[in-house]
């Protein structure tokens, strides 16, 4: 069983609908969680950095965790065709950790 | 702002040539990673280092070396080149990691085809 799971997608939605984009994971010891966008050809760019559970939230951005059900979660609210990417979750257990990556989701919004 | 570049954002080489990727940060970070990224298996960690001529092996050391003479530069070598190597390598840079808002930096990335 891979650390952290994500479905790869593809997800396509209209312009202006809710997003919701989820990451699994196994080890309970993890405690920071990111989500990075990555845009075709470019490098990945960090868009959401939380510490344990509970909601964070940045514009039209929401990240969630849920360490009871090992479970985050990336809602974009109004998406425009400019959120379309691929995103990707990332965890670590502590500071002097390494950065275990998702697979990443590839989102298309559709104007 | 925060810049990281890396040498050659296309690269094709032939199966058995010497490929050297070289990343460099401009924020005086002393963490620096090398990934690959392959559709479906997502970021692989090859090598990072976290200081100055230090280095350590990531998950998937094999067929690679790396070096950092420098704070700034660290270089990825692939000494004799195979097609299962053909991936999109991406350069990664961090601060301290007591930092507890520490994230990494990527680069654009470094495509290579091994024909």
């Known amino acids: 069983q891979k650390e952290v799971e994500q479905d790869p997608g593809p997800l396509s939605v209209p312009e202006g609908a809710i997003v919701s984009l989820n990451c699994t994971y196994s080890?309970?010891?993890?405690?920071?969680f990111m989500w990075y966008r990555q845009y075709s050809r470019k490098g990945p760019e960090l868009l959401m950095y939380?510490?344990?559970?509970g909601n964070k939230e940045d514009g039209r951005f929401t990240a969630q965790v849920d360490k009871s059900s090992k479970y985050i979660s990336l809602f974009i609210r109004d998406s425009q065709p400019s959120d379309s990417a691929t995103y990707l979750c990332?965890?670590?257990?502590?500071?002097?950790?390494?950065?275990?990556f998702g697979p990443g989701t590839s989102l298309s919004v559709i104007p | 702002d925060v810049k990281v570049t890396q040498s050659s954002r296309y690269l094709v080489k032939r199966t058995g040539e010497k490929v050297f990727l070289e990343c460099v940060q401009d924020?005086?970070?002393?963490?620096m990673f090398w990934y690959r990224q392959d559709p479906g298996l997502g970021l692989r960690l090859i090598y990072f280092?976290?200081?100055?001529?230090?280095?350590e092996k990531g998950d998937i050391p094999e067929g690679y070396s790396v070096s950092r003479e420098k704070k700034e530069r660290f270089s990825l070598i692939l000494e004799s080149t195979s097609t299962n190597q053909t991936s999109m390598y991406l350069c990664?840079?961090?601060?301290?990691?007591?930092?507890?808002?520490?994230?990494?930096?990527f680069g654009p990335g470094t495509r290579l085809t091994v024909l």
């Open positions: 990332a965890m670590i257990k502590t500071s002097y950790d390494k950065v275990i």
């Open positions: 939380t510490y344990s559970s």
């Open positions: 924020m005086d970070h002393e963490n």
């Open positions: 080890n309970s010891a993890f405690q920071y």
């Open positions: 990664a840079s961090s601060p301290p990691l007591t930092s507890r808002t520490d994230t990494q930096y």
């Open positions: 280092s976290y200081d100055v001529k230090m280095k």
